[in-house]
Every structure is written in structure tokens, then in C-alpha cells.
């Protein structure tokens, strides 16, 4: 019992300076429960009070770094898997990849206007260079056929946008033609640092490239090992 008393008096003490129930069971060994009916009477001052809020803070910010690594190590260890999965990459990969890129954000034929030539807009750097690889291997483009333009808002950094875009797609940043669009007042999340706006890739005089990919876009569709009909 005395033992007992004395494990009390000392966890109330380390209460009244503040101490988290964590810091005082690391240093009195009873059981959570016990030590809430022992402490459900202590009142803290404001230096307390103060000194448990930031040592919460603290013990939330150590979860979601933990939690953070956690899934940093989850990711590296599924990255090897698919690594190993991955068979190889092949021509008639690249052109299966490159058409289904023009199928979800090129500009295609439309019954008002079947002479678009072929075009390409995407933020996303890998889709940038993928496409004009796929241009370049399978479509046959010349570097002279490609137009390079540069859809930024107005707030941007226009010469780090261009730089940034001209080592993507291994050009001269005086290549690129640059389009402001008008700040308004919205809740953007592409802002800062890191905003480096749209790029669009066209290809001149490419009307009948347009419509052989809308054939080559049918084709997959219609395919009886595709699965879609």
C-alpha cells in the first residue's frame, strides 16, 4: 500500500507540471485507468495547460512522419515488384501507348471540323516527352514539323515555365510560344513555386495524321480482343 501511495503522489505530481499521461506511465508503472482515477481531480495551471498542448502537437506531428515513412517504404517496396513485373517495352507498346494518349487528351476529328491537325496539351512532363517520342518513332515527325506553345496564367514565372519546358522537350526555350491566360479569382491548386503552366504540342499540316489516329483510336475500339463491344 505504501508503495502504491507513493506511485499516486508521484503521478500527480508529474500531472501538476504537465506531464502527458504517456510521460507518466513511462515513469510509473501502473495502468491507464488507474492513473485517470488518480488524476481526474488534478487541476493544471496555464503553464501546464500550455505544456500539454504543444507536447500533443508534437506527439501528432511524430504519428504523421512515421505514418509518412510508412508509406514511403510501401511505395519503394511496390515500385521493385512492379519493376519486375514490367516485361520490357517494346515498338508496338509505344504505339498502343501513344494512341491511347491522343485517345484521352488530343484534339480529334469532330463532325464541324474534320481538319484539325494533330494536337497534344497535358501538364504532366512524362506525358510530354512520351508523345513526342511517339511522334518521332512511330509517327515519323521531323523536329521542324512540331509547334510548341505555352499556356500559362499571367501571375506566372513565364521565363522558368520555359526553361523548365524547354529541357522536357529538349528544345531552345525561343521555340516556345507563350500565351498568357488572365488571372481571376479561383481556388487553383497548380500555384507557386512549382506552377509551371500547360504545355501543347502540335504538329503542322498534320489533317490526314489526325484521321489515320482517329482510325487507328476505331480500330482499337473495335477489336475483338480489346473487350469494350
Not at 11 to 25: H, Q, S, V
Not at 208 to 222: P, Q
Request: aromatic fraction near 8%; proline fraction near 2%; include cysteine.
Amino acid at each position: 500500500m505504501v508503495a502504491k501511495s507513493e506511485e499516486r503522489r508521484k503521478a500527480i505530481n508529474l500531472r501538476r507540471l504537465g506531464f502527458t499521461y504517456n510521460e507518466i506511465l513511462s515513469r510509473v508503472p501502473v495502468t491507464r485507468s488507474t492513473l485517470s482515477l488518480w488524476l481526474k481531480d488534478v487541476h493544471l495551471g496555464n503553464d501546464q495547460t500550455d505544456r500539454l498542448v504543444k507536447m500533443r502537437r508534437l506527439a501528432q506531428l511524430k504519428g504523421a512522419h512515421v505514418k509518412h515513412e510508412q508509406r514511403l517504404n510501401k511505395l519503394a517496396v511496390i515500385k521493385r515488384e512492379t519493376e519486375n513485373e514490367f516485361q520490357g517495352f517494346g515498338k508496338r507498346d509505344l504505339f498502343l501507348l501513344g494512341v491511347a494518349l491522343y485517345w484521352g487528351e488530343g484534339t480529334k476529328q469532330k463532325p464541324h471540323n474534320i481538319s484539325a491537325r494533330v494536337a497534344f496539351s497535358n501538364s504532366d512532363p512524362f506525358m510530354i516527352k512520351l508523345f513526342l517520342l511517339w511522334l518521332k518513332k512511330i509517327c515519323r515527325i521531323k523536329a521542324e514539323e512540331l509547334v510548341y506553345e505555352l499556356l500559362i496564367h499571367e501571375s506566372g514565372n513565364i521565363d522558368k515555365a520555359k526553361n523548365f519546358w524547354s529541357k522536357i522537350m529538349e528544345i531552345d526555350p525561343n521555340q516556345i510560344n507563350v500565351y498568357l491566360k488572365k488571372h481571376k479569382v479561383t481556388r487553383r491548386h497548380n500555384i507557386g513555386n512549382k506552377y509551371v503552366g500547360l504545355v501543347k504540342v502540335s504538329v503542322r499540316k498534320s489533317t490526314d495524321l489526325n484521321r489515320r489516329i482517329d482510325g487507328w483510336i476505331e480500330s482499337i475500339y473495335n477489336s475483338k480482343y480489346c473487350g469494350i463491344v
